[in-house]
């Protein structure tokens, strides 16, 4: 039986080399006593059917007795099926590792291609001086390169202006052991790596498609931790929050030859299920099998349920540090400010060298300066512009003849109750109950979301005033029809009520891909589906806890039953969209919206819709509302319970 195993595990290698130069030279007998025990004891122990081993290569079961690795690049591997059979790449890897080194191509061997394995097998197999030890110049080099001394998970908030970055984004800080007498910053030191997509089409809707089923090939990246901070906390004006990992020294070094041993692979990128976040996690879990992480996910993974399978694991988040944006700073900062000092800054934001007023004194002027410093960083970082960078300097200046100290920073407080370990669950299941004026009767309201939150949802660990949805259905059974009816389908919402202050203009929106039952005398009760687009203002209370916003909307919706334009089964509307979001207290939010639309061509020369929520958190995935709507033929009240997972 032994011979056999040595003769597979042979067999495998000498294939594998005929695939890959140099082609490997099977060692002399005197070494197959060793690999032959090694072959052994490893079958013995089980290690290719171990935890430690499976999630060192990313097995996953697939079916009672079967693992399949989610590593797609064929250089991962040794065995020609080792994909799909642990017990030969484990015998081809032995193999592999027991052949000579080649003088200066100490790179290309296993031993140097696969560090973390070969740490995994020595700790159970004991190696000893049974095996060479190549220099392997690439790997120390990368291992200088990175050496950390701790692992954190970052997660950068979402970016509603980028539909890639719109659920958010996590990725890993490997913390660099400082060199003796460095002076750099430790964001200049520390590392980032990152799981993300080769993407190879600038398409929307195939961009979509390609994210959606895989179809892109995902990479790790690494870059300086001070250019993920100035990517995402600057030029994109998003929160980071820092999650410190308690691993051991042993993991934290394990994590390393492994992302090593990842950085020359590809895995399929699956843009709600096998994402960044998801691969993040599963880094983890392989250099340190002990923690449970992955089991914490859903079926759909978004980066926030990544950063609440963290504390899951009870001690595994040491402490969090919130990194606000340069936007976040300036907001901070100017909300102590007194009226003159507000006019003194929207002053130098237009003329840069406009001068103070006299009434300021030496720290006001100073955090004036520091301020308008501020907000022309955040806008040079997000759109550069040399005029920008020219009145920076300026002020720099000015501040540095104003006084030769610099003015200490203004802490800005942790916005504890936005933390994303907070939010609510990703996915929603609906359940309530309902009455309709159109038939006089009552129904039953069924609903599930596959993401994310709305304006009514519990705000916290959510942005305030945004909201994206996807795939969010209705269903309903009406006790006095008898029937069941698909009352609501949002392929797609992202809504931003950006609001209008004395510093910022940006403008309000909202995408919507929608299917929806409407209610007047041109459709009485018929579903259609369309694409809704609105641009406006929104004014808001500097906590954001109140909000009006007005939009004008224009939407085309299709359906077989509507009397559209000439008759046809297109409408096309346009008119004002508006409404208001009140948080109520800590834990209940209401929302009105209003919208009017003038239906050019058709018969039906306008109609309304009207609605108003009322939801009220009872705990973090629990919450209970009421929902009104109201259109030409029809009055309907909901009352609803919602659990989020």
């Keep these: 039986m032994r011979s056999a195993l040595l003769s597979v595990a042979l067999f495998v290698a000498s294939q594998r080399s005929l695939a890959e130069a140099p082609p490997v030279v099977v060692p002399p007998s005197p070494a197959a006593a060793p690999l032959e025990s090694w072959l052994t004891r490893a079958r ?123 659920f958010g984004h996590t990725f890993l800080r490997l913390s660099k052991r400082r060199p003796a007498g460095s002076t750099a910053s430790s964001a200049e030191l520390d590392r980032s790596v990152e799981y993300t997509a080769n ?12 994210g959606l089923t895989g179809m892109f090939r995902g990479v790790f990246r690494f870059h300086s931790f001070e250019s993920k901070v100035h990517e995402y906390a600057d030029a994109e004006a998003r929160d980071l929050w820092v999650y410190d990992l308690d691993l051991s020294e042993s993991e934290v070094e394990l994590l390393t030859l492994h992302l090593w041993e990842l950085s020359t692979t590809h895995l399929d990128y699956y843009y709600l299920t096998k994402n960044c976040s998801y691969h993040a996690l599963a880094t983890v879990e ?28 009870p001690g595994l988040v040491q402490k969090f540090e919130y990194r606000p944006s340069l936007r976040s700073q300036f907001r901070a900062q100017v ?26 004194s030496v720290p006001e002027a100073n955090a004036v300066l520091s301020a308008a410093d501020l907000l022309l960083a955040a806008r040079s970082s ?14 720099i200046a000015r501040r540095a003849r104003l006084s030769s100290t610099l003015p200490p920073a203004y802490p800005v407080p942790t916005p504890s109750d936005k933390a994303p370990q907070r939010a609510h669950g ?43 949805q996807f795939l969010d259905t209705r269903l309903r059974y009406d006790l006095g029809q008898r029937a069941f009816t698909l009352d609501r389908l949002t392929f797609a919402e992202l809504v931003a009520l950006n609001p209008l202050t004395r510093y910022e203009r940006a403008l309000s929106w909202r995408v919507r891909g929608f299917g929806v039952r409407l209610h007047d005398t041109a459709c009485p009760d018929c579903f259609a589906h369309g694409l809704d687009l609105s641009l406006g203002a929104t004014l808001a209370t500097e906590d954001e806890r109140l909000a009006v916003f007005v939009m004008a909307d224009s939407r085309v919706a299709f359906s077989r039953q509507l009397d559209g334009v000439d008759g046809s089964f297109v409408r096309v509307g346009i008119g004002p969209f508006a409404g208001v979001r009140a948080r109520l207290s800590s834990h209940a939010v209401g929302l009105v919206t209003a919208t009017w639309s003038y239906l050019p061509g058709a018969r039906l020369k306008g109609t309304y819709d009207l609605r108003a929520t009322l939801r009220g958190a009872l705990a973090k995935d629990v919450a209970i509302g009421f929902e009104g709507a109201a259109q030409p033929l029809s009055l309907e009240g909901t009352l609803a319970s919602y659990f989020y997972f």
């Excluded at 060192?56 to 994909?83: C, I, N, T």
């Excluded at 002053?347 to 840069?352: G, H, I, N, P």
């Design 382 to 395: 997000e759109s550069p512009d040399p005029k920008l960078d020219a009145a920076r300097s300026l002020l």
């Design 286 to 313: 392989a250099a340190a099998p002990r923690i449970d992480l992955l089991a914490h996910l859903n079926f759909v993974v978004l980066p926030r349920d990544t950063i609440k399978a963290l504390f899951n694991v």
């Design 199 to 210: 993407t190879d089409t600038h398409n929307p809707v195939l961009y979509a498609f390609k």
């Design 44 to 166: 013995d122990l089980g290690i290719a059917r171990s935890r430690r081993w499976l999630r060192l290569l990313h097995y996953h079961p697939r079916g009672p007795r079967q693992a399949v690795s989610e590593v797609d690049g064929k250089r991962f591997f040794l065995a020609p099926d080792g994909a799909r059979d642990p017990e030969a790449e484990l015998a081809a890897t032995l193999v592999a590792f027991a052949q000579p080194v080649a003088r200066g191509r100490e790179d290309e061997h296993a031993l140097c291609r696969f560090p973390a394995r070969r740490r995994l097998l020595d700790d159970q197999l004991h190696f000893g001086s049974a095996l060479p030890v190549p220099a392997c110049p690439a790997l120390a080099r990368f291992q200088a390169d990175l050496d950390p001394e701790s692992v954190s998970v970052v997660y950068a908030a979402n970016f509603l202006a980028n539909p890639a970055s719109a």
């Design 335 to 360: 909300s102590r400010f007194s009226a003159a000092q507000h006019a003194a800054v929207l002053e130098l934001l237009r003329d840069a060298s406009a001068p103070l007023p006299s009434q300021l």
């Design 426 to 468: 990703s996915l929603r299941l609906t359940l309530g109950t309902g009455i309709t004026s159109q038939y006089q009767s009552s129904f039953g309201a069924f609903g599930g979301r596959l993401a994310l939150h709305d304006l009514t949802d519990p705000p916290d660990g959510e942005p305030e005033l945004s909201q994206l």
